[in-house]
C-alpha cells in the first residue's frame, strides 16, 4: 500500500525495534516517499502517563472557558496536493436511510469525533505525518488503496453495493486494515455479517484472544470495556444498548495471518473519541479508547 512507506518511522518514532518486512514499495501513483529518518532527539514516547496528560488537556480548554482550534479549522494542504502518510478516512458506505443511501449511519459522531481523535494522536505522535483533517473516503474509488487505516461505524444499517463489495475485497486483500465500531446487538450483527461475508467469503469471523497483536503492538490492553454512549455515559446509564450486553472484539486474519478487520462490537468507541473534551464524560471509557485508537494506527502502518 502507499502509506505503509511511513511504517518504518513510525516504529522508530514509537520507539519500537523495527521488524524485518517483504512490504512493497509504494505506488508510483501515489508519489509518496519514504520519510527521512527521525533524529532520536524528534523522537516522544507514548504511554499511559501520556495518554492521560494529552486527555487532561483536551479537557483544560473546556473547563477554562476557551475552545482550543479545531484541526478543521486550521488551512489544510490539498489531500491530493502532497499525500500525507496517515489519513483517519471514514467510510461512506452504501446503507438503509439517508441521501442515495449515503448519508446515514455512516455519519455518526462525524465529524467531531475525527477531528478530536486527530487531535489527540497529533499531540502524542507530532513526527506522525497525519492529514490533520476529517477525511471521508467511498469503498469503490480506485485509489482506496493508499489509505492504510479505514473506519466503519453503526454498520447495521451497511448495504454494500456490488462495486463497494468488490473494492473492500481488494483494498483488505492487498494490504488494507478495517476498523469496525458502534453496533450493538444480535439483529445489527446478523446485518453487518452477511455484510462482510459477501466481502471476503472465505475468511472466517474470530474472537481476538487479549495476547492478539492488536492489544499489545503499542498499549498493552488487558481487559475490553463496554464504552457507551455519551447519554449513558455522562448520567451514569447502562453502559450496553439493545441486547448487546457483553462487549466483544473479533477479527478476520488473511491466510498469512494479518489481521484484515477488527470488529469492536457492543461498544462505542467513537463517542469516547468525540466526547473526550467532556469533563462529565468519564476519564476511564476515553482513556481505553485512545490507547485502542492508537494501537490501531501502529498495527495498520506496520503489517
Known sequence: MGAVAGAVALIVLLGSPPATTNATAPSEATNIESPAPLAKAQTRFLSSTGVSRALDDLRAPLETGVRAESPADAAQIP?????????????????????????????????????????????????????????VVLLDEPDLRRFPFLYALEVGSMSLSPPEIEGLRNYLLQGGFLVIDDFWGTQQWAQFEYEIQQVLPEYEIVDLPLDHNVFTTFYEIDEVIQVPNVGNGTRGGPTWERDGFIPMVKGIHDEKGRLMVIINWNTDLGDAWEWADDPYYPFEYSKYAYEMGVNFIVYAMSH
Open 79 to 135: 489531500v491530493y496536493g502532497v499525500p500525507h502518510e496517515f489519513y483517519f478516512s471514514r467510510v461512506a458506505y452504501s446503507g438503509y436511510g439517508g441521501f442515495y443511501g449515503r448519508g446515514g449511519s455512516w455519519q455518526t459522531d462525524f465529524p467531531k469525533a475525527d477531528q478530536i481523535f486527530l487531535s489527540f494522536i497529533d499531540r502524542l505522535i507530532p513526527n506522525l505525518d497525519a492529514y490533520l483533517s476529517e477525511f
